[in-house]
């Protein structure tokens, strides 16, 4: 009698804590996609518009020679495909590329390009990773920062050559940042005192 009493409450328990667990289960969200900060930049050498299409159409951007790049915008990681025009609709680049998870990515278009003419369209790319998007890694307080890049060749065999750079303090005429060898696409940062004049010059190796 004593295991008939003990066994039906142990039977009644169970089926109350399997009852109760299934109803208050928790509900996890869906894990959100990774995604990038991405900015694009026109640095071609002879194409003054171009036209970035990125997935078939889902973000358009006009990139005009000589400006600043676009602004950061959210794009989902993973290869994209960047369709690349000129406002005449000729295709410069037509591909994927790859963009990497929580990354502040600068993204900079560059060449030669001549329409119909496989043999002379150097047209590519160059990406340039800045930081990532969950840390802050800005400059601090009167801080410069001046970053150089050599990814806008002239030609095919302009992307052979390499850069001697120097940055110079302007008041007190001494170099504070020496780059021996700026390869091509490449970037080299330097953090310096603000509230000073630079002066920023280079010379081919």
């Not at 002879?46 to 951007?61: A, E, Q, R």
């Not at 998870?101 to 560059?110: C, D, G, I, K, P």
């Not at 496989?118 to 802050?136: K, P």
């Not at 390499?162 to 008041?171: F, G, S």
């Amino acid at each position: 009698m004593w295991s008939k009493f003990f066994r039906i409450p142990a039977l009644l328990l169970l089926l109350v804590v399997t009852y109760y667990g299934c109803v208050e289960e928790p509900t996890i969200d869906p894990v959100k996609r990774p995604y990038t900060l991405l900015r694009v930049a026109n640095f071609s050498y002879n194409v003054d518009t171009l036209i970035v299409s990125i997935d078939k159409g889902k973000k358009v951007l006009n990139l005009y020679k000589y400006q600043a790049p676009s602004q950061y915008f959210d794009i989902e990681s993973g290869k994209r495909q960047f369709l690349v025009t000129t406002p005449a609709g000729d295709t410069l680049y037509n591909d994927k590329i790859n963009i990497g998870a929580y990354e502040e990515v600068s993204l900079f278009f560059t060449g030669f390009s001549k329409p119909h003419d496989d043999l002379l369209n150097t047209f590519g790319y160059a990406q340039y990773v800045n930081g990532v998007v969950y840390l802050y890694e800005g400059m601090g307080i009167d801080t410069t920062v001046i970053q150089c890049a050599n990814f806008a060749p002239d030609t095919p065999a302009d992307s052979s050559i390499k850069y001697r750079v120097l940055i110079t303090d302007t008041t007190t005429k001494t170099v504070v940042k020496e780059v021996t060898s700026l390869g091509f696409n490449s970037f080299v940062g330097s953090a310096l005192p603000g509230n000073k004049s630079y002066k920023i010059s280079y010379a081919k190796l």
